[in-house]
């Protein structure tokens, strides 16, 4: 299995919080992605980060921060959390080159009340 | 835009029963990835397959199979003699092209499937 951790694993907080998810990976892969999972959309991609300090945006991006200061590690921050940020986050990786297959981290379920 | 389609919202079957989740994409790449992904109840998603937009033959692991047809947009999964074990949410994820620099996936909204034993 890859390494890769989320923290934390749950969150409850309260709209107007600042929020920050982290992701943190021991494969040393080039890519980095988070996506949100919600009922009957799958999962949609909100930020995603082809290397230290390259990162780029997804389809709901809006309301969502990202940061890539190592190759390890990927935040997630939600500057201002609003009810329809209540989602799991799923944190991604990619090695590159010809793999194109994404492995994800275990998800962490943010509550915003 | 690329887009994923699984239509079937809810599959429930009897253990030992075939079981065929479709999926269908929209692309207007030449060259992609197709994917499936497997989250068990403790939510995890696991990697099951790649198949490559080059590549038609179909692909069999075990009681698993693939069925790849480019010329209608689909990329089917077949599950043969099922278990409870593989009751799951199954997605199914399209890349991005491959001349592009995103390599990020569109997911399909996923298939619920109970196997009762």
């Known amino acids: 299995d890859a390494g890769i951790t989320q923290s934390p694993r749950h969150k409850v907080t309260e709209t107007g919080t600042p929020v920050t998810l982290r992701c943190h990976q021991t494969e040393n892969h080039r890519y980095m992605y988070w996506y949100r999972q919600d009922p009957g959309h799958g999962l949609r991609l909100i930020h995603y980060s082809y290397g230290v300090k390259d990162t780029d945006k997804g389809e709901v991006s809006d309301g969502y921060s990202v940061s890539r200061s190592k190759t390890e590690d990927f935040l997630l921050t939600l500057e201002s959390a609003t009810s329809s940020q209540t989602s799991v986050y799923f944190c991604a990786i990619s090695e590159g080159g010809g793999s194109y297959e994404q492995y994800f981290g275990p998800g962490t379920r943010l509550t915003v009340t | 835009a690329q887009k994923v389609t699984q239509a079937q919202t809810e599959i429930s079957v009897v253990e030992k029963e075939d079981v065929t989740l479709d999926c269908v994409y929209e692309t207007r790449d030449t060259t992609y990835y197709l994917f499936w992904y497997k989250q068990p109840p403790s939510g995890e998603l696991v990697f099951l397959i790649r198949?490559?937009?080059?590549?038609?033959q179909n692909e069999i692991s075990g009681r698993y199979s693939w069925n790849f047809q480019k010329s209608t947009s689909s990329f089917n999964f077949t599950i043969t003699a099922s278990q409870v074990v593989d009751s799951a949410v199954y997605f199914c994820?399209?890349?991005?092209?491959?001349?592009?620099?995103?390599?990020?996936?569109?997911f399909g909204s996923g298939t619920r499937l109970q196997v009762q034993p």
């Open positions: 198949r490559n937009s080059f590549d038609e």
């Open positions: 994820a399209l890349s991005d092209g491959m001349d592009t620099g995103r390599r990020a996936l569109t």
